[in-house]
């Protein structure tokens, strides 16, 4: 059966091939279209996988500076909180991307907001968890201003 899913998954092997050879296993129908039914997440992720997703390597970090530069970010403003050390050392390696570094959460979400206000551009703001409670009033003022 191992064989059989595997050829199913690489698409050597169709749904009805599959559900053929099931039978000729001695599984009934209703136990292959279990089996179909509970591959189908796996077959569509591989599908959606060719078109949507890249293979990539490294730590949590480099993922992120790699998807903010897909998404045309420029300027990551961060607090001087723990936590941040695999993204910024990610940044190293990726000059497009430019660090502005804050004392205060509620400092990085202000010059995030002003600086995406003013030029239009995506930002990204990166701090402790601790400060989120700080940082607030910087979010909804903007949100309240735009409104």
């Known amino acids: 059966m191992r064989n059989l899913v595997t050829d199913y998954l690489r698409q050597d092997l169709s749904r009805r091939g599959f559900l ?3 039978a000729a296993a001695g599984f009934t ?3 292959a279209e279990s089996v179909l039914k509970s591959l189908a997440p796996i077959a569509h992720a ?3 996988g060719k078109t949507y ?3 990539f390597e490294g730590n949590g970090g480099g993922l992120l ?3 903010l530069l897909a998404t045309g970010t420029e300027y990551l403003f961060v607090g001087n909180g723990s936590g941040l050390g695999a993204l910024c050392d990610a940044v190293i390696e990726r000059p497009k991307l430019k660090v502005v570094l804050a004392t205060h959460e509620a400092h990085v979400v202000a ?3 002003g600086y995406a206000m003013a030029s239009g551009k995506t930002v990204f ?9 700080h940082s607030t009033g910087n979010i909804y003022m903007p949100w309240w201003k735009l409104g």
Do not use: D, L
């Open 29 to 31: 129908v209703a136990a």
């Open 65 to 67: 500076a790699k998807q």
């Open 111 to 113: 010059m995030a907001s």
């Open 46 to 48: 591989q599908t959606v």
């Open 53 to 55: 997703m890249k293979p």
């Open 20 to 22: 053929k050879a099931m």
């Open 125 to 133: 703001c990166a701090y402790s968890r601790v400060g989120a409670a």
